[in-house]
Every structure is written in C-alpha cells, then in structure tokens.
C-alpha cells in the first residue's frame, strides 16, 4: 500500500522538485504509466531515485492492490 501521496502534476513537476525527498526513492504513478514514466525519467536526470509504476492505477488496481484516495 502507498503510505505517503504527494499530487504533482507532469507539467509542474520540475517547479517542485525542491519538495521533494532526497533521501529516499521516489515512486511516480499516472492511470496508464506513461506520464508516470516521462516524470520518474525527469527526476532521475535531477538526481533522485525514481521509478515509475509500470501499467499505472489501473495495473495497480487490477492486481488487487489498494490505492489512496
């Protein structure tokens, strides 16, 4: 389960990143994964340790898994 939700949107995630941990890996999640992916490839290249969540909410919540609100 995701214990910590942080809502950036893509196109104002480079604005934030001074909001973001350093100290700790980063998960970037969208619907279907493929906004996720273009932000995790962001911050990566900022120098956080990100990784985006493959096939999104909608793989997430079809594999059973619960999601924050």
Do not use: H, K, Y
């Amino acid at each position: 389960m995701v214990r910590e939700v942080d809502i950036e949107v893509l196109g104002m995630l480079a604005g934030g990143l001074a909001e973001l941990p350093r100290d700790r890996a980063v998960t970037v999640t969208c619907a279907s994964g493929n906004r996720s992916r273009i932000g995790a490839e962001l911050l990566g290249r900022a120098g956080f340790d990100a990784a985006s969540v493959q096939g999104g909410t909608a793989e997430w919540s079809l594999s059973g898994r619960d999601l924050a609100v």
